[in-house]
């Protein structure tokens, strides 16, 4: 049976969905640590800088936890022989990456829901609209995060503390330049200079911006064309690498 490049990613995304769904407690554990970094650092933001500032970027680090792990699944699946099982299925090699990836779109959500479900009671308020085309800001991030992730993954193989060495190593930095702990505005030039080059800052800025209610604004613009491009490099090297792979 002839199948298609939509069926083809659909079937995938189906196969990805299911661990997460028979074991949801995997996504709620990728939150501990940015619950942990709410109450540690909220505390320590300046005057005027409260849940509204720091739980958008909370969401945008569940997200960055939750999206860069995942290539240890593909890795594992490479150590057990199931991704070669894969490998010489039918299906294409270009869904095998987008398949993945958009799943990541799916715990997501979830997270979000939780993090504003538990910050709500404790005085967040967000606008509803903006807060949904958030989401849908970062969903592109997660995407091409979430298919760089997998890339990683196929790159480190057989040895898996080269993937988790790499992924703590961008992640962290990438983290702190982008604002989400502590405003980087009073910083150092160099250091703010870092954190204009780094793409995750403009989304981060843009989350804050659509919970705000902030919906047609450049800040906006500059985040979705900064997800936009994180999700299109991804995709294209996860699907070249896949393609190598193969």
């Known amino acids: 049976m002839t199948t298609t490049a939509f069926?083809?990613?659909?079937?995938?995304?189906?196969?990805?969905?299911?661990?997460?769904?028979?074991?949801?407690?995997?996504?709620?554990?990728?939150?501990?640590q940015p619950l942990f970094f709410l109450a540690l650092f909220s505390p320590l933001l300046p005057d005027g800088m409260g849940l509204q500032w720091f739980v958008p970027g909370l969401v945008v680090m569940s997200c960055l936890f939750g999206a860069s792990s995942t290539g240890a699944n593909l890795l594992f699946e490479i150590q057990t022989g199931a991704h070669e099982r894969m490998l010489v299925s039918p299906l294409r090699r270009?869904?095998?990456?987008?398949?993945?990836?958009?799943?990541?779109?799916?715990?997501?959500?979830?997270?979000?829901?939780?993090?504003?479900?538990?910050?709500?009671?404790?005085?967040?308020?967000?606008?509803?609209?903006?807060?949904?085309?958030g989401l849908l800001v970062l969903g592109l991030f997660c995407v091409g995060l979430g298919a760089l992730s997998y890339t990683l993954g196929l790159a480190s193989k057989d040895q898996e503390w080269l993937f988790w060495g790499v992924q703590q190593t961008v992640l962290f930095p990438l983290l702190l330049l982008a604002g989400m702990?502590?405003?980087?505005?009073?910083?150092?030039?160099?250091?703010?200079?870092?954190?204009?080059?780094?793409?995750?800052?403009?989304?981060?800025?843009?989350?804050?911006?659509?919970?705000?209610?902030?919906?047609?604004t450049g800040t906006v613009g500059a985040g979705l064309l900064s997800a936009a491009a994180v999700a299109v490099v991804g995709l294209l090297v996860g699907t070249r690498a896949m393609k190598r792979r193969g």
């Open 181 to 216: 702990l502590l405003p980087v505005d009073e910083g150092p030039r160099w250091l703010r200079v870092l954190s204009q080059l780094n793409p995750l800052t403009y989304v981060v800025d843009a989350q804050r911006a659509l919970f705000a209610g902030e919906i047609f």
């Open 7 to 32: 069926t083809d990613t659909a079937t995938v995304f189906v196969r990805e969905l299911r661990p997460v769904l028979r074991n949801p407690f995997s996504v709620i554990f990728t939150m501990v």
């Open 94 to 133: 270009s869904s095998l990456i987008v398949g993945r990836a958009l799943k990541e779109i799916v715990p997501m959500f979830v997270q979000t829901a939780l993090i504003v479900a538990v910050t709500v009671p404790f005085g967040f308020r967000f606008h509803v609209l903006g807060a949904l085309a």
